[in-house]
Nanobody, 110 residues
Framework: QVPLVELGGGLVQPGESLRLSCTAF????????INWYRQAPGKEREWVAS??????IMQYTDSVKGRFTISREKNMVFLQMNSLKPEDTAVYYC?????WGPGTQVTVSS
């Protein structure tokens, strides 16, 4: 059983927003570095954002800086995605090394 689950994906138009959530069942996220990755069709999985164990340090890949925000609360981690672009289309994965969720599809299309 996969301990991590991503929620919140969907189909949106360019410029719109989505908020992804990562949660765990009987499995701690608090106190661990959590990462978001994404994989677009035909491409390798790429790192998107990370948040430190206590939530004081956030890092982003250049292509999402200023548009995406990673945050955490209790045993959940969020990825707020604003001003979405078609190139953000991908399956988004939550990662607490070495564990992965099954991913959630984000599609940005007009």
């Amino acid at each position: 059983q996969v301990p991590l689950v991503e929620l919140g994906g969907g189909l949106v138009q360019p410029g719109e927003s989505l908020r992804l959530s990562c949660t765990a069942f009987g499995f701690p996220l608090s106190g661990y570095v959590i990462n978001w990755y994404r994989q677009a069709p035909g491409k390798e999985r790429e790192w998107v954002a990370s948040i430190s164990a206590v939530g004081d340090i956030m890092q982003y890949t250049d292509s999402v800086k200023g548009r995406f925000t990673i945050s955490r609360e209790k045993n959940m981690v969020f990825l707020q995605m604003n001003s979405l672009k078609p190139e953000d289309t991908a399956v988004y994965y939550c990662n607490r090394p070495p564990y992965w969720g099954p991913g959630t599809q984000v599609t940005v299309s007009s």
